[in-house]
C-alpha cells in the first residue's frame, strides 16, 4: 500500500511543523514499511513575492497525481488574504471537491483546558464541516462603489447534494463513536438556507435510526461549547459555522496549536489534504518555538485515510505520551520545550 | 423626566422575570420618584394560539407612543420561529430601526466564570451588534423545490450607512470605556460583504484617532473570547457574529441567565426594547427557578437610556452586590435562591 504525497510546507511556521512532520514519518516507514513517497512544493506567499504566484499555472493538475496533499500554513503579512488563501488553500479544497473538512477536538491529559471543569478525556468531539459551498461564495459584489448609499451583497448557497453528503458523513462518522449528532443552525435568524439545512439533516437523519441527533442554534451552541463541552461527540455544521466551532473547540481544548484537519473527498477520486488547523503565525516563526502537534496529529488522519490505521493509532499515542509531560510540550502548552525537542520525543516514541 | 414603557411579558419564564422587574422598579420609583408609566401587552405564543396572531396589526404603532419596551422573551414549542421570532421581536428591532443591539457582559464576583483563569472584574466586555441588516436578511429563496438539484441561497446584505452608524456607535462607546475597539470580521472567507465591513470600519476609525481598534477573524476571535477574554472592551460585529459572540461571551462570564441587552435606535426617533439575552425556557417556566437578573440587568440599560443614570447605577450596584451571596442568587449561578428571593433582596437594597 505505497502511497505519493505532495508536501506544501507554505509560509511563517508551515515550513517549521512540516519538517517535524517530515521526521516523524520517516521514523515510522523505517519501522513499518509504509513506502511513502513525497514531492515538495515551494507555494508560499514567499513565492508570489518572487513571481507573482502562489502556485503554478498547473499546480492543480499536478497535485492531482498524488494520493495525499500534507500542508503548513499559507499567509503572510503584506500578501493579502485573496492571493494567499484564494490563490492556493481554497482552489485546492474546491477543485478537488474536498467536501468534508473534519476537526478532531479533545482535551489531553498535560494540556489543561481553560475550562474548569474539563479535565483530561472530558471533551472528545469532531466538527464536521461543509467545506466547498455555503456561505463561503463568490457570488456578490457591491453597488455604488464609493457613494452614501453604496452596499454590498454577498449570496451563501446551500445544496441538496451538497448538505445531504456531508449530513450523512457526520452520521456515519457516529456510528464508529458514541452515536449522537449534533447539527449546528441559526433558522430563526436566516430563513431561507437554514431552514433548508435543518430539513435535509431531519431527512438524512432518518437513514441512521441508531444515530440519536438534535440541532441547536449557533449562538447557544457556541455557548454550550463553553459550559458543557463534554456533552458533544460529532458536530455537523456549515462552512462558515464550521469554522467557528472548531477555532473555538480547539481553544476550549487549550490550544490551537495542537488541532489538526483533514480536508477530505470521500469518493476518493481526488486526493484530500490534511493541515493543521494553526496559521503561518508570523509572529513566532523562525524560532523553533511552533507546536507540531497540530502538523503531526494531521499526519494521523492521513494515514488513516491512506489505510494505515494501525500505524495511525502508534502515532496517535506517541503524540498523546509526549504531550503529558512538560518537557515534551511547547510553551503554548505548558511545556518547556521547542519544536525539535517534541519532535524528537514523538520520532523516538514511533520509533519502538 | 417620566417615562412611558410598554411592557411584553412574552412566553415562558418571560412574565416571571417581568414581574421581578416590575417590582425592582416600583422600589426605585418610590424612592427617586421616576414618575414611570407602564402598560403591559400579553402578546406571545399563547396569544398566537388563542388568538392567530403574536400582536394586533396595528401593534407596532401602539408600541410607536412608548418611550421604551421592556421585553421577557418569546418562544414555546410548537409555534414555529418564523411566526413568534418574524411575528414580534424581529418586526420591532426593524420598524424601529434600533440598529445598536448592546450586550454587555461581565464576571460578577460571586458568579464563577467557567474560565480558570477569569476572576471577578476580569471580563468587562461589550459588544456592538448590528441589529437591522447584514445576514438576518429576508431576501432568498429556493429553487427545485423537493428535487434532487434543489438549492437554497440568501443574500447578505451590508450598507454603507449600516456599517458606518454602527461602528460610529461602537467608537463612541469605546471613549467612555477602555478606549478600544475590536472589529469581528471573516473577509478572508466571506469575500464580498465583509471586505466592505473591513473598509468602513477603518474610514470610520480615522475619525477617533484616541480610540485603539483591530480587527479579528471571527474563528480567532471566538477562540480568544475563550483563552483571552480579559483582551476586549468593545467589540463591534455583524447582527450573526454579533449574535454568537455575545451568547459565547455570556457563557464565558458564567450563564446566559444574567446577560441583558438593549436594542436601541439611538437618534431617539423610536422606542429602545429592552430585553434579557435568556430565551423563554421552556424546561424551566413556572418553576420560580429563572434568573431575573438578566432582566434587571436590562432594566438598568433601560433606566440610562432614560435619562436616569444615577438610579440605573444604584440598581447595578444592588444586583452586584446580591450575585455576591449564594443565598441571593439563583441555581443557574451556584446559589439557592428563587426567583421571588433575588427579586426581594434586589428590591431590599434599592428602597434603601
Ligand atoms: C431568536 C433569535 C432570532 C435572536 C437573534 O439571533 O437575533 C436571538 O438569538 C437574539 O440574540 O436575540
Ligand atoms: C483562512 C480561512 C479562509 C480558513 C477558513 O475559514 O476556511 C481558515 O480559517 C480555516 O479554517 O481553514
Known amino acids: 500500500m505505497a502511497g505519493t504525497i505532495a508536501v506544501i510546507p507554505g509560509d511563517g511556521i508551515g515550513p517549521e511543523v512540516i519538517e517535524s512532520a517530515r521526521t516523524?514519518?520517516?521514523?515510522?516507514?523505517?519501522?513499518?514499511?509504509?513506502?511513502?513517497?513525497?514531492?515538495?512544493?515551494?507555494?508560499?506567499?514567499?513565492?508570489?513575492?518572487?513571481?507573482?504566484?502562489?502556485?503554478p499555472a498547473d499546480g492543480l493538475e499536478t497535485l492531482a497525481r498524488f494520493d495525499a496533499i500534507l500542508l503548513g500554513?499559507?499567509?503572510?503579512?503584506?500578501?493579502p488574504d485573496h492571493v494567499s488563501l484564494w490563490g492556493l488553500l481554497i482552489p485546492i479544497r474546491r477543485v478537488f471537491r474536498q467536501f468534508v473538512?473534519?476537526?478532531?477536538?479533545?482535551?489531553?491529559d498535560g494540556v489543561g483546558s481553560p475550562l474548569r471543569t474539563a479535565g483530561p478525556g472530558a471533551v472528545d468531539l469532531v466538527v464536521v464541516r461543509e467545506n466547498v459551498e455555503g456561505e463561503y461564495s463568490e457570488i456578490g459584489g457591491r453597488l455604488n462603489r464609493g457613494f452614501p448609499?453604496?452596499?454590498?451583497?454577498?449570496?451563501?448557497?446551500?445544496?441538496?447534494?451538497?448538505?445531504?453528503?456531508?449530513?450523512?458523513?457526520?452520521?456515519?462518522?457516529?456510528?464508529?463513536?458514541?452515536?449522537?449528532?449534533?447539527?449546528?443552525?441559526?433558522?430563526?435568524?436566516?430563513?431561507?438556507?437554514?431552514?433548508?439545512?435543518?430539513?435535509?439533516v431531519a431527512e438524512r437523519a432518518e437513514r441512521f435510526p441508531d444515530v440519536r441527533w438534535d440541532q441547536e442554534h449557533i449562538d447557544a451552541l457556541a455557548a454550550k461549547f463553553?459550559?458543557?463541552?463534554?456533552?458533544?461527540?460529532?458536530?455537523?455544521?456549515?462552512?462558515?459555522?464550521?469554522?467557528?466551532?472548531?477555532?473555538l473547540a480547539a481553544a476550549v481544548a487549550g490550544s490551537i496549536g495542537i488541532a489538526p484537519s483533514a480536508n477530505i473527498d470521500p469518493t476518493g477520486t481526488h486526493p484530500s489534504m490534511f493541515e493543521p488547523v494553526h496559521g503561518s503565525a508570523p509572529d513566532i516563526a523562525g524560532r523553533g518555538l511552533a507546536n507540531p502537534v497540530g502538523a503531526l496529529w494531521s499526519c494521523v488522519l492521513m494515514l488513516e485515510r491512506l489505510g494505515h490505521e494501525k500505524v495511525a493509532a502508534e502515532l496517535m499515542t506517541a503524540i498523546t505520551t509526549t504531550l503529558r509531560s512538560p518537557e515534551t510540550r511547547t510553551p503554548d502548552v505548558g511545556g518547556s520545550a521547542d519544536t525539535a525537542d517534541v519532535t524528537a520525543a514523538v520520532a523516538a516514541l514511533v520509533a519502538g
Open 149 to 200: 448609499d453604496e452596499f454590498a451583497v454577498q449570496e451563501s448557497v446551500f445544496t441538496r447534494a451538497g448538505v445531504s453528503r456531508i449530513a450523512d458523513y457526520a452520521f456515519e462518522l457516529a456510528r464508529g463513536r458514541r452515536g449522537y449528532v449534533t447539527s449546528a443552525t441559526k433558522s430563526n435568524g436566516i430563513v431561507h438556507t437554514l431552514p433548508f439545512w435543518d430539513e435535509i
Open 101 to 108: 473538512n473534519l476537526r478532531p477536538i479533545r482535551v489531553f
Open 73 to 79: 500554513a499559507v499567509g503572510w503579512p503584506g500578501v
Open 226 to 247: 463553553v459550559l458543557q463541552p463534554e456533552r458533544f461527540d460529532v458536530v455537523v455544521a456549515s462552512n462558515l459555522f464550521g469554522d467557528i466551532l472548531s477555532d
Open 24 to 55: 516523524v514519518l520517516d521514523a515510522l516507514d523505517r519501522r513499518y514499511g509504509l513506502d511513502l513517497a513525497y514531492e515538495t512544493f515551494d507555494w508560499s506567499c514567499r513565492r508570489y513575492t518572487e513571481t507573482g504566484a502562489m502556485m
